[in-house]
């Protein structure tokens, strides 16, 4: 086999709950995953190196050096299988880049799944999902896809069943923001007040709304502890979400660590007029449609 080419969705958060600051300087969380069918492609090529290149939108924005989650991921798959490979990693960007979607963990998940199949290894989906949740607390969802809560730091996932199929429209801000950055914003403003932070809870009206895939209902439930911070850190936010609502949103929320805003529609063509109409108000950079839940990492 000379090239294996994977198939990665981005996600949104549908809720993103925060625990208080760990020792360690993670936080515990609820965070309920959603895939979304926004992809990266990730090719992987036979080589005696491990290299990456990057095409496709916001490319000039990805790493190419040992920063990037993808040659993290080809070099750890080879550390555990033990051996010396190589692999020319070719990653087709449509995933917004430091954009609260998991582009970057979306990446490594399908090098993960790319190398596995290019190398011959046959590694069993749980070795995958083992290294994944050693590489970032958004990678393993990146492999499994579909709609998982996930507890921890995000890494020990558990699937939950959906009703159908749900629409969406997501708002590419200009620029990116930093996940740790955000972070640390959420702990300054926590500190600020001086109140006791709870320990963060799956909510049980958004579990009934997605498993009876009750658009309206998911969209009144949807939270990310996150949001204050990422608006206090880009102000302009607000009003994108404002418009969103005008547009007829159910629900408006910031992405995970943002700065990408996530709407929710009632349906496929309510989520086109709406992408349309963000797209030419100027209040954003761009907007896609998207429908979710849908699978994980794919060879295709």
């Not at 920063?67 to 993290?72: D, F, K, P, R, T």
């Not at 991921?73 to 087709?92: D, P």
């Amino acid at each position: 086999m000379s090239s294996v080419t994977v198939r990665v969705p981005a996600k949104v958060n549908v809720q993103l709950s925060v625990g208080p600051l760990r020792e360690d300087g993670y936080h515990d969380l609820v965070n309920v995953f959603h895939a979304v069918s926004i992809f990266d492609e990730v090719v992987a090529h036979e080589s005696e190196s491990i290299t990456v290149t990057v095409g496709g939108n916001w490319a000039d924005r990805v790493p190419i050096d040992n920063e990037n989650l993808a040659i993290q991921a080809a070099r750890a798959l080879a550390k555990h299988a033990g051996r010396t490979y190589g692999a020319a990693l070719v990653i087709h960007k449509a995933i917004p880049v430091a954009g609260g979607m998991a582009g970057g963990s979306a990446d490594a998940a399908g090098a993960l799944v790319a190398c596995n199949e290019l190398w011959g290894l046959g590694l069993p989906f749980d070795d995958l999902m083992e290294i994944a949740g050693d590489l970032g607390s958004d990678v393993p969802f990146s492999l499994l896809g579909g709609t998982a809560v996930g507890i921890g730091r995000g890494e020990q996932l558990s699937e939950l069943p959906t009703g159908g199929r749900f629409h969406w429209v997501f708002a590419v801000a200009e620029g990116g923001l930093s996940t740790a950055a955000v972070y640390a914003e959420c702990d300054r403003l926590r500190a600020a007040t001086g109140a006791e932070i709870p320990w963060p809870q799956l909510s049980d009206p958004l579990l009934e709304a997605l498993g009876a895939g009750d658009a309206r209902k998911l969209g009144a439930y949807l939270t990310n502890d996150l949001q204050p911070a990422a608006l206090t850190l880009r102000p302009q936010l607000a009003d994108t979400l404002e418009a969103g609502r005008q547009y007829g949103a159910l629900g408006a929320i910031v992405s995970g660590s943002g700065p990408t805003c996530a709407f929710l529609a009632t349906d496929a063509a309510h989520a086109d007029r709406m992408a349309a109409a963000l797209t030419t108000s100027g209040i954003t950079r761009t907007a896609i449609p998207a429908h979710g839940p849908v699978p994980g990492a794919v060879v295709v």
